[in-house]
C-alpha cells in the first residue's frame, strides 16, 4: 500500500470511524459531507493546490504545499 492510499484510508478512518475499507463494489457507501476547498498558489514551487480552507494559514501568500513541506523536512534531518 502506498503513502498516498495509506493518508487517503486515514482521512476516511478520521472521518468516519466505522469505515473499515473497501469491500466490494456491491457494498452500500454513505457520502461524507464536502469539505469546503480553495485554489492556493504554493510559495516554493508555485503550483496550485486545492486546499482545505481549514487548513489555510492566515497569510495566504505563506502557504506551502505537502510536497514542499516534506522536501523541506528531508533536507534537514
Known sequence: MGRKDRERFQRLRDSNPDYVGYRGKETV???APLL???TVVCSVCNRKRNVDSDS???DVSTFMCLRCQEDAESSVA
Do not use: M, N, V
Open 29 to 31: 457507501t454513505i457520502q
Open 36 to 38: 469546503e476547498t480553495e
Open 56 to 58: 489555510l494559514p492566515d
